[in-house]
């Protein structure tokens, strides 16, 4: 006797075969045919009308004994079953284990003494058949039926297992470590001294629905307003002031609180008396439709409540942006009296006569920073001298106001950097810059922009919106905002020269500038372009034709702020002259608003070379989620937005920067109480 095994999705079938040699061999059909249904589960009752389907598919010949082959299977309970089929009921894809005898394409049977070898699989085979009777043993000699292809692809498929079950594995250890070291690396950074209601320690934490009874008491007061108001409609005076009353409960529990650790130990309590206070109301007012109406009411109410709070809020901050700190003020004011009062103004003119030289000298670094704000130009000036390896050689020019003149010389002959060489100049000294050279400056002196920008019409600043407020910001209305433009007029032996804003702040040594190849550019910036952020279509408006037809809406934007200018090419450019060009075509403010970014975009088109982002990171006024890195890493860091660093708007995680180089212990700071 000898088996082989068959699987099917669904069957594990073993079948054990009896086979009668009745005078000759027995023949493989000459027509195969691949339609053998016996992996259905098999039924002692309904064995032969299982294979009866297929017994017309296959042929054989007639003239041949047939053979009886007994089948053990095991049904969907696990239980040992045995079934009969006939040889000619057998497709063509079942053949005999031993291929050597295989005559011209016939397979015949062959006795059991043929495989003595096969013993685990005969053994196997002896003890599934155990329960046989004598009679069919006896009847048939035994024969082994096997396909050794498909054995074939078993062994094959369980090694392919064996081998993707050990890949697996080994992938599994990795991850494991991979987070292991990701967790104690995280758990290095933890910063367990955290107190108050960030700590992570604290009890709120523990649960995710750590707000919920203070939610609950919120959700309570909107509703006991809502019935409040129908009981007041409907001249139910008690409940309405029941209501009311627990409504000023509700709001002196929540007082401040953030979260439900925040909440006295009274507050479920008063949510408790709250919810009875509500289910009164609800037996003696509820109505769905009314309901829904003051809830919709009171919808609409709150809307136009954050809608107001947002002008205003927007508002408010754009004054403070353009307003100017008193103790800044006071600083100028100190600093302005006591020059006069110990005659430094008439010491300076000497000293700058000595410096002259410096002052106008290519071989050297030189710097242009025009300011009003005596504070923000000293910390450009003294991070960029810090920084410097080799301060000597580095010059600033700066330019300031009649106002802040005094200011600012006094604050530079009492706390200039010791190497480095400073100007100071005031822009009213420039006899050039008049309005019949200056097409902005004739611009600024016109009554109309006059009334633009007080609105003179309009009591409410509020109601102009929040895109015209910044534009009414006092700077674009100094010509210390556009000078920039003058560059070669007011340093006419420079050849080279870099502009900074004074909202910046240096962290890296600026000398590599100057040896930039710009290519024949006149501007060099760091584009601030990403996607499809701050392009020319957002500065410039191409509806217009005149820009539409000269511009790409699509042209990558850039910024002042950290800008090297080359000024031998700008002088053979004539680019002073573009930009006038282009402001007589905004008389009108049609082609852009007011600003000297738009018509910088316009004047350096095409001439501008980009920079490394990494010299000029920008955002630390606006965007409180810039990547810290970045930060760190950038030559210079520029506060541009409403958030400068010395007002109180400004984002504590971005001060350090520059109050590091803020001369804090300095008399006249203190005696105007700046301090950290």
């Not at 004994?65 to 299977?73: E, F, L, M, R």
């Not at 629905?209 to 809502?226: E, P, S, W």
């Not at 030559?635 to 660093?645: D, E, F, L, S, W």
């Amino acid at each position: 006797m000898t088996t082989f095994s068959r699987s099917a999705a669904f069957l594990s079938l073993v079948v054990v075969l009896h086979a009668v040699h009745v005078g000759g061999a027995i023949l493989e059909s000459q027509a195969p045919h691949r339609e053998l249904k016996a992996y259905r589960p098999l039924q002692d009752n309904n064995l032969e009308e299982v294979y009866a389907s297929s017994a017309a598919a296959v042929h054989y010949d007639p003239d041949l004994k047939d053979v009886n082959i007994v089948a053990t299977y095991s049904d969907h309970y696990g239980n040992i079953r045995f079934g009969r089929v006939k040889m000619g009921d057998l497709s063509t894809s079942w053949v005999f284990e031993n291929p050597a005898y295989q005559v011209s394409g016939r397979k015949k049977v062959i006795p059991r003494d043929s495989f003595q070898n096969d013993t685990g699989i005969e053994d196997n085979a002896s003890r599934s058949t155990t329960n046989q009777t004598d009679e069919s043993e006896n009847q048939f000699p035994n024969v082994e039926f096997a396909n050794p292809a498909k054995l074939k692809r078993q062994i094959l498929r369980q090694e392919r297992r064996g081998q993707r079950t050990l890949e697996l594995i080994q992938q599994e250890k990795e991850t494991d470590e991979q987070m292991q070291e990701a967790a104690i690396e995280k758990s290095m950074s933890f910063e367990n001294s955290v107190i108050g209601k960030y700590s992570i320690w604290r009890r709120d934490y523990e649960s995710p629905n750590a707000d919920a009874i203070l939610k609950l008491m919120r959700d309570q007061i909107i509703m006991a307003k809502a019935y409040a108001n129908i009981a007041k409609s409907q001249n139910v005076t008690n409940l309405y002031v029941f209501l009311m009353q627990q409504c000023g409960e509700n709001q002196r529990v929540i007082g401040k609180a953030t979260s439900d650790a925040d909440l006295p130990s009274s507050a479920l309590d008063q949510a408790k008396a709250m919810g009875h206070a509500l289910s009164l109301a609800k037996d003696e007012l509820y109505d769905c439709h009314e309901l829904a109406k003051k809830f919709r009411a009171m919808l609409q109410s709150t809307e136009r409540k954050v809608d107001g709070l947002k002008k205003k809020g927007t508002f408010l901050i754009q004054l403070a942006a353009k307003t100017f700190p008193k103790p800044l003020h006071c600083l100028s004011l100190q600093l302005a009296a006591d020059y006069f009062i110990l005659g430094f103004n008439e010491q300076d003119a000497v000293k700058e006569d000595a410096s002259r030289k410096k002052f106008e000298d290519p071989s050297l670094y030189h710097y242009a920073i025009f300011s009003d704000n005596v504070l923000a130009t000293s910390v450009v000036v003294n991070s960029t001298v810090l920084n410097a390896k080799e301060p000597q050689k580095h010059v600033f020019h700066i330019v300031t106001d009649k106002l802040n003149f005094a200011a600012m010389k006094m604050w530079f002959r009492i706390s200039a950097p010791a190497d480095a060489t400073i100007q100071v100049e005031n822009i009213n000294d420039f006899k050039w810059l008049n309005s019949s050279y200056c097409s902005v400056l004739r611009q600024l002196e016109s009554a109309r922009l006059k009334e633009y920008y007080f609105k003179a019409n309009h009591p409410s600043s509020i109601s102009a919106g929040a895109d015209n407020l910044k534009y009414r910001n006092p700077k674009y209305l100094s010509m210390l905002n556009h000078l920039r433009f003058y560059l070669p007029e007011v340093y006419p032996k420079l050849e080279k020269i870099l502009f900074l804003d004074d909202d910046i702040v240096v962290q890296k040594d600026l000398a590599p500038l100057w040896e930039i190849d710009m290519q024949g550019k006149v501007n060099g910036a760091v584009e601030t372009c990403k996607e499809s952020f701050h392009r020319f279509d957002k500065y410039l408006n191409f509806s217009n034709p005149k820009i539409s037809e000269n511009f790409e809406a699509s042209a990558c934007g850039w910024a002042f702020g950290m800008n090297m200018f080359d000024l031998k090419e700008w002088r053979k450019r004539n680019i002073t002259g573009i930009y006038h060009y282009w402001q007589d075509m905004n008389e009108d403010r049609t082609l852009w608003k007011l600003g000297s970014l738009p018509p910088g975009l316009i004047t350096f088109y095409n001439l501008t070379y980009a920079m490394e982002r990494s010299w000029h990171v920008l955002g630390l006024g606006y965007d409180p989620a810039l990547n810290q890195t970045a930060i760190e890493n950038a030559a210079v860091v520029h506060y541009n937005g409403n958030y400068k660093p010395w007002l109180g708007l400004a984002f504590a995680k971005y001060k350090p920067y520059w109050s590091k180089y803020v001369e804090y212990d300095n008399p006249y700071l203190r005696r105007c109480d700046i301090n950290e």
